[in-house]
């Protein structure tokens, strides 16, 4: 099965620092997505990536920046963090839009909770 | 623009009772529905969808869920839950022929039971 794999379970980061949130796929998929988890507000979508390079804005992008190096990597970077950020990241991927032919679904990891203080 | 309203943010029910976790949605275009669960320390997975054909829709640990176009529902129901189902549920929604990035997810209906 396919494995979405955040690389730290929990976060703690102070005002100002420079984060990094690391999110590694393993199934080739092309498309790669970062939500931020409120409680009461759902999910909401921050960036994703169709491909190596390329990147699009979700519903909330401010304050966030990304990358893609390679295929099966997609880093979320917080700039410089504030309180504000303070969230459940997940991160989750597919390798086709879905569809009736596709079938296809999101996989995703098992998240970050990040706290700044 | 689609939308999606969970209006029950938290179902307690004893275990081996039914229970209906409602999801409506508005959108003026033929959509996609499905409903992911999280359970405690673990990110989403897929519990059903609903891309066309039969309107009631069979998904995994016995829930099922019916698409209503008239009343734009999509409401997830068990008939006899464990405990090992509390955890959160999300409805999602997004318009046909559209990437995931364009999925909408609701708020969350948290199921909570207790023997």
């Known amino acids: 099965d396919v494995k979405v794999t955040q690389s730290s379970r929990y976060l703690v980061k102070r005002t100002g620092e420079k984060v990094f949130l690391e999110c590694v796929q393993d199934?080739?998929?092309?498309?790669m997505f970062w939500y931020r988890q409120d409680p009461g507000l759902g999910l909401r979508l921050i960036y994703f990536s169709y491909d190596v390079k390329m990147k699009e804005k979700g519903d909330i992008p401010e304050g966030y920046s990304v990358s893609r190096e390679k295929k099966e990597r997609f880093s979320l970077i917080l700039e410089s963090a504030s309180t504000n950020q303070t969230s459940m990241y997940l991160c989750a991927s597919s390798l086709y839009a879905p569809s009736e032919a596709t079938n296809e679904k999101l996989f995703f990891g098992s998240g970050t909770q990040l706290s700044v203080l | 623009a689609q939308s999606v309203t969970q209006l029950d943010s938290q179902v307690p029910v004893f275990e081996e009772a039914p229970v209906e976790l409602r999801c409506n949605y508005s959108s003026s275009v033929s959509v996609y529905l499905f409903w992911y669960v999280q359970y405690p320390n673990q990110g989403l997975q897929l519990l059903l969808k609903?891309?066309?054909?039969?309107?009631l829709v069979k998904g995994i640990n016995g829930f099922e869920a019916e698409f209503n176009k008239s009343q734009t529902s999509f409401h997830l129901r068990k008939p006899s839950v464990h405990i090992s189902d509390t955890a959160e549920y999300f409805c999602?929604?997004?318009?046909?022929?559209?990437?995931?990035?364009?999925?909408?997810f609701g708020t969350g209906t948290r199921l909570l039971v207790s023997p």
């Open positions: 999602a929604v997004s318009v046909v022929n559209t990437g995931f990035q364009k999925l909408v």
């Open positions: 199934m080739d998929h092309e498309n």
């Open positions: 609903y891309l066309s054909g039969s309107t």
